[in-house]
């Protein structure tokens, strides 16, 4: 092994995007080996691949019939897939975590055979931590209350959600439930806002939206008087068209830039692709629709995620040119490892250093989180050898730039240290 790949191996990583499963969750399912290595991202490469919908879907309920049934009933579309960034996750958590060399419905079967009846608590901490040797995991549990999460109170650390209020979708009951502001009018909508960050900020990472999966990530500033308007259609329960929801939803946006600023959190923006299949409308997610939205910001730092594949050269545009914009390179191992050992290499040879970040798995599960941190450290370390095979870095160069990727650049981004003494507060 290469002095560059045991320092990767040994790195601890930062992980900047998970969806996982909160403990209880994790706790109440039983361990089932097809559950814990099909539920990342490859059900839509299975479909993709020729699988019965329902098919796949099985392979996540346990009680639907045993292991060797299930999985038999995908193999022909697994065989096309098993080369693919998310299949190569698969093996590597069926090889990981289960032993399992070939899957196959024998070896699942002995597998499952072999598992425990129930998860153990503290088991999932361990898994993520002490297997995967990840810093700590920063969750997406797609809602804005983010409070300490008592299985990992410093390890499992949560983003406010915006994903909705960017879409334009005010739900006055669910604000009034965080925020304690009952939203009447633009202004009470405004209270409420300020509410969320004062109750949360402390306490969460940063702040996120995928709202490229529900709308276009082009951005204007808007009036309030035309925000007000859309308000007050939507608050009784009316549909509003799509130039009113952008409206709306642009123009909460950015007053969640706003608030991150002031409370020092950084603003995560899925970019590029979208997870399932059939329905994405590429042209929504390019990196460069977010240029005025960076330009008006130029205090808020900006995480753009994916590597904005396949927009990647975009993305690193986007670092290159905003002081404020940093490139996140989470669930793009696996989306497509070649292009963002690609993506690596361009960047290093184009943008600052520092705007760089290894690695989110973007997963429920933690054997899958592990798996895919992993692929991100094989992977990784592939991309930095060819800089030094071709004589661009030395060897120490590219172990120092590893360290940066890894886990330097996320805590010089996120008050890594500050949100772990809030939390600490609040348990203590
Ligand atoms: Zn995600």
């Keep these: 092994m290469t002095d560059l790949a045991h320092h990767i191996r040994e790195t601890p990583l930062v992980d900047s995007h998970e969806h996982l499963a909160s403990e209880a969750r994790f706790l ?51 065989e096309r897939c098993r080369h693919t960034g998310y299949g190569e996750a698969v093996r590597l958590v069926a090889q990981q975590a289960f032993g399992i ?34 810093d700590h995991v920063q969750i997406d549990h797609e809602t804005i209350p983010c409070d300490a999460d008592p299985s990992g109170p410093e390890f499992f650390l949560q983003d406010i959600s915006w994903a909705a209020l960017a879409n334009g979708e005010v739900d006055a009951e669910a604000l009034h439930t965080c925020s304690g502001v009952g939203v009447k009018d ?16 402390p306490k969460a990472i940063a702040v996120k939206s995928q709202h490229a999966y529900l709308r276009t990530l082009a951005w204007q500033p808007r009036d309030d008087a035309d925000a007000e308007r859309a308000l007050h259609k939507t608050l009784p329960g009316a549909k509003l068209d799509e130039s009113e929801r952008l409206c709306l939803g ?36 390019r990196p460069g629709h977010l240029s005025s939205l960076l330009k008006a910001y130029p205090q808020a730092r900006f995480v753009l995620m994916h590597a904005g594949y396949p927009y990647g050269p975009e993305l690193i545009a986007l670092a290159k040119h905003f002081p404020n914009v940093f490139a996140d390179l989470c669930w793009a191992w696996a989306i497509d490892p070649f292009s963002t050992c690609e993506f690596v290499r361009r960047f290093i040879h184009a943008a600052p250093y520092h705007k760089l970040f290894a690695f989110g798995g973007d997963t429920p599960w933690p054997h899958i989180a592990v798996a895919y941190a992993t692929q991100a450290r094989h992977w990784l370390t592939r991309a930095l050898q060819a800089e030094i095979d071709d ?38």
């Design 28 to 78: 109440e399912q039983p361990p089932d080996v097809l559950q814990q290595m099909f539920d990342g991202y490859i059900d839509a490469d299975l479909i993709v691949a020729g699988a019965d919908p329902k098919a796949v879907e099985r392979l996540h309920e346990p009680a639907a019939a045993d292991v060797a049934a299930r999985f038999a009933a995908v193999r022909d579309a697994w």
């Design 101 to 134: 060399d070939e899957l196959a419905p024998e070896s699942l079967a002995a597998a499952q055979s072999r598992l425990p009846s129930a998860h153990q608590p503290g088991e999932r901490l361990r898994i993520l931590r002490d297997r995967g040797n990840l």
């Design 250 to 285: 642009d123009w909460c946006l950015a007053r969640g830039v706003e608030h991150a600023t002031h409370h020092n959190l950084p603003i995560k923006i899925h970019t590029g692709y979208h997870a399932g299949q059939g329905s994405m409308i590429m042209e929504w997610t």
């Design 391 to 428: 004589g661009h870095l030395t060897e120490p160069e590219a172990i120092r730039l590893a360290t940066r990727f890894m886990r330097e650049n996320q805590y010089d981004c996120f008050d890594v240290e500050g949100t772990r003494a809030a939390l600490r507060d609040v348990a203590g």
């Design 186 to 201: 633009l202004a009470t909508l405004r209270t409420a806002i300020e509410a969320i960050f004062d109750r949360y900020a």
